[in-house]
């Protein structure tokens, strides 16, 4: 049985289609990120499955339970937002146990849940302190220990580490992970930050417009991208994605490797995707340097073959300067092939 399953879930705004056909099954106990660029329809589906916006129409199931109809405080989550909405005039105890205040729990079993939270969270020293006390990364763990405190078995998260600075993000990312394995919890986390969905998730929904445009771990997201939008969403830098004509990058005479024995690979294929990981310096393919990024322990180079500009992430020590001529190889396995629509055809 699913934790969650949406089934041709459709949410309309007036004229606009905000979501389009979602049909989606998540796995108890397992990390899912919604994942996608700004106005994709991934924070519209998490408040969907919260119940803080209604489906146009369409079904949503949470424990096999059909709640599409069914109120926020009937479907059995906690949520965690962007904005950690942190009462002021609380202490940081008494902002874990809201929820609970307002659910009317015992007291007795409210201050266990609320020191267990803090425990877990690292909080204990910190609880009669005010939210104004704390740093960011204090602040998003009280916002999480209000979420856990409900005891429910599926969180949704919405965008909880945009206000972090880049490495207390990271940090954040590792413990969210740890907890979410240790307390076995059915998260839904919605992110547009590529490097959290493939650190964390067990499951990437990548989004598009208000349609899932793949569904997959993140491996498989990585190493078989459904369709151009996938291959530049996924990885830093982004895919190449060369035009071919007659077989042949455009503007040269450069085949792809693949075909050498294997024509019928590419067939119909009318772009060639190459990561810029897998290029590598020194092979058949001849190449004037267009520019040069220097990152530390990498090295980007944007790289003119025929009319198309191919990236290539090389070793940071490497000296090459704008106008250099350089020979680069990459292997038949690391080809990827489009067709003229944008989707896999090899």
Known sequence: MSAIELRDVHKLWGPTKALDGITLAIAPASFCVLLGPSGCGKSTTLRIIAGLEAATSGSVFIGGRDVTQAAPAERGISMVFQNYALFPHLSVGENIGFGLSVRKVEKAEAARRIEQAAELLGLSALLARRPSQLSGGQQQRVALGRALVAQTKVCLMDEPLSNL?????????????????????????????????????DQVVLLNHGRIEQNAAPRELYARPASTFSARFIGTPAMNLLKLAQGRIAGSDVAPFSLAGRAGRAGGAAQLGIRPETVHLGGPVAATVASVEYLGADLVLR??????????????????????????????????????GGRRTA
């Open 165 to 201: 600075d880049a490495q207390l993000r990271q940090e954040m990312r590792h413990e969210l992970r740890e907890l979410q394995q240790r307390l076995q919890l059915t998260v839904v986390y919605v992110t547009h930050d590529q490097a959290e969905a493939m650190s964390m998730a």
């Open 303 to 340: 790289c003119a073959v025929g009319t198309e500009t191919l990236t290539v992430r090389a070793e940071g020590q490497v000296n090459l300067a704008p106008g250099a001529a350089v020979q680069l190889g990459w292997t038949a396995e690391g080809e990827h092939f489009f067709d003229a």
